[in-house]
């Protein structure tokens, strides 16, 4: 994709970030990780959905800190899919920088049984998977569901699909205006003992929770970590959303 520069961020961030000079090994848009050790999430969404309640496709800023916008994500995804599968619908999110120009594809197949945390683990078609590709069509890493009674549980895979990060979900999920809380899904080693970072769903606060069905993230990891493993956990953080706080937002709007 090839149009026009946006010349104003579309979120409520200030600015955008600049672009670092390209770097060898990196993926071309995605410079701008290199420098991070925080990525701040913003959904969006219009007052045909806020009045309505009709699900239209998903729409994100990513920013820094200092709330310079760096990247936007767009879902593609037919009406159909939509109304009748709702959060467990099959996408294809398109990532883009301020010029346009199509840096990492984020893709989920559509699952009729995906979802449940026990059928992924008795069942590996049922588990939800994501890839992502960066520049699209080069694969960097894959999201895998793994099965659990009690938690959400993921493993982060390299284009070799060998484990290189673990995500653990909290026991409980907590949501909607009345519950001021955030809930916190742990990075973790690739052998699960460790944490080194977060991805965490924000408290907006009563009123915003009450009106507005955008949701508020954050991603934390150590600067140092891999570009594509940086990459590979937006793809994750999106996993999450669909999984544990779109049909919130619905339930609330109903």
């Not at 009045?51 to 159909?80: A, H, I, M, P």
């Not at 590709?133 to 959400?152: C, H, M, V």
Request: charged letters at 20%; a negative charge.
């Amino acid at each position: 994709m090839n149009f026009s520069p946006i010349t104003s961020p579309p979120g409520t961030a200030s600015a955008w970030m600049p672009k670092p000079s390209p770097i060898p090994g990196c993926p071309p848009g995605l410079e701008y990780l290199t420098q991070l050790d925080k990525i701040k999430i913003e959904q969006l969404t219009s007052l045909v959905e806020i009045f309505t309640g009709w699900d239209r496709n998903n729409k994100y800023v990513l920013s820094n800190s200092n709330n310079q916008q760096f990247l936007y994500v767009f879902e593609e995804t037919d009406t159909c899919m939509r109304i009748c599968c709702g959060n467990s619908r099959g996408f294809k999110f398109h990532v883009i920088d301020n010029l346009k120009q199509e840096v990492m594809t984020i893709t989920r197949e559509f699952k009729c049984c995906a979802g449940c945390c026990w059928f992924a683990g008795c069942c590996t078609g049922c588990a939800f998977e994501v890839r992502v590709e960066a520049p699209p069509g080069n694969l960097i890493g894959t999201i895998r569901q793994k099965g659990s009674f009690w938690k959400a549980n993921y493993d982060i895979l390299d284009e070799r699909d060998q484990t290189i990060l673990k995500i653990e979900g909290p026991c409980c999920i907590w949501d909607g205006a009345c519950c001021p809380c955030e809930n916190e899904f742990k990075l973790l080693t690739a052998d699960g003992q460790t944490q080194i970072g977060s991805l965490t769903k924000e408290y907006a606060g009563f009123v915003k929770e009450m009106v507005s069905l955008a949701d508020k993230f954050t991603i934390s990891f150590p600067v140092d970590l891999s570009v594509k493993a940086k990459g590979t956990l937006i793809g994750a953080l999106l996993l999450i959303d669909f999984m544990f706080f779109e049909h919130q937002n619905n339930n609330n709007d109903n």
